[in-house]
């Protein structure tokens, strides 16, 4: 069984089941072609001059982050963040506006407070413009320690359905990690390097996006050109962010889940918790974003089945950065001490 496999199999199982109240997103997959985004970081003026005309030209929309808090504000380099009037316009013309935070901090730095309120604030100056509040930025990137991105992957989770890095290039491997989508710097490559990525993207019929910072000094406006050119020679659609994930999203998206499908994120002792824990003749869905020992240090997802006479078990699908293993485990209820049996691995 590979991925696509198990988390269509996956999908079905949950559609079929009775999840009263869930809010589970299931989307074909859909690998049979690429698609390229573009997202140009930190919405100043500069996107009018040196990148609109591009995109006009060449009738492409793309995705703009914009920093809430930077509005019409004069910024570094002498250059002027849009005004909301701006973004308006933008946004009317068929450009999509996400969010990149309300300060444009490092987020691993900022305390609990300052983070929940970057997050929140966007989200919610977003959401009343009608622009997209699904969707953060990460300035600088998912940065930090494990634990602090974790934390940030955390805190967008509360009020975003996906998180996107810069840090971490190329196309988006399936399934995709919704709070560390991938995306591909235009500025760290030549336009040999990135001509190899779209092909790459080609070859894997996968999504890839691209950054570009239309109000940075290295904004080259050639190279950008050129690139677009070549994904539009290659026959790939090139669609804003919000257009593209309607179609490479995962088939079932975990982080929508609520009520009675529960989500247990970056808790490695809550794997092991008897099965009394868990809602009787239900699926719970445990997201276990750590290395799981019995299960070869993969991360991936956890779904457990009680069921109400006795038979119980768990499934473990490695599913991100993984190796698309799957295992079992029995819930041993007539054991002197019921408990889980060990993991085996029963496919790939
Ligand atoms: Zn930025």
């Not at 959401?127 to 699904?134: P, V, Y």
Request: aromatic content about 12%.
């Amino acid at each position: 069984m590979n991925i696509k496999t198990v988390a269509l199999s996956f999908a079905f199982i949950i559609a079929i089941a009775n999840f009263e109240g869930a809010d589970l997103k299931l989307t074909e997959l859909n690998t049979s072609k690429p698609i390229v985004t573009f997202i140009d970081d930190d919405c100043t003026t500069l996107f009018l001059t040196n990148l609109e005309p591009i995109c006009a030209d060449k009738n492409i929309k793309i995705t703009l982050s914009w920093i809430t808090s930077k509005t019409g504000q004069p910024g570094y380099g002498g250059v002027t963040y849009m005004t909301l009037d701006q973004l308006n316009q933008v946004a009317e013309k068929g450009y999509e506006i996400v969010s990149h935070t309300d300060q444009h901090n490092h987020l691993n730095i900022e305390t609990d407070a300052e983070l929940e309120a970057d997050m929140k604030i966007s989200h919610d100056i977003l959401k009343a413009n009608g622009f997209n509040a699904d969707v953060i930025v990460y300035p600088f990137g998912l940065e930090g320690t494990y634990a602090e991105k974790l934390r940030t992957k955390n805190a967008a989770s509360k009020y975003y359905k996906y998180g996107v890095d810069c840090l971490i290039g190329g196309d988006n491997p399936k399934p995709i990690d919704n709070y560390c989508v991938y995306r591909q710097s235009t500025e760290t490559l030549g336009i040999d390097g990135l001509k190899d990525v779209v092909d790459q993207c080609q070859a894997n019929n996968s999504w890839l996006i691209f950054l570009t910072h239309s109000g940075g000094e290295c904004f080259d406006a050639k190279k950008v050109s050129e690139l677009i050119d070549y994904i539009k020679l290659k026959g790939i659609d090139i669609m804003t962010f919000g257009e593209a994930e309607k179609i490479k999203c995962n088939a079932l998206d975990f982080n929508n889940c609520n009520a009675p499908v529960y989500r247990i994120i970056y808790n490695q002792e809550d794997m092991d918790i008897p099965i009394k824990n868990y809602a009787i003749n239900k699926e719970t869905i445990v997201e276990c974003a750590f290395a799981v020992p019995d299960c070869e240090n993969q991360a991936g997802v956890m779904k457990v089945y009680r069921g109400g006479n006795h038979f119980s078990y768990a499934l473990f699908y490695s599913l991100i950065y993984g190796n698309g293993n799957v295992y079992k485990r029995n819930w041993d209820d007539y054991a002197l001490v019921p408990a889980w049996d060990t993991w085996e691995k029963i496919g790939v």
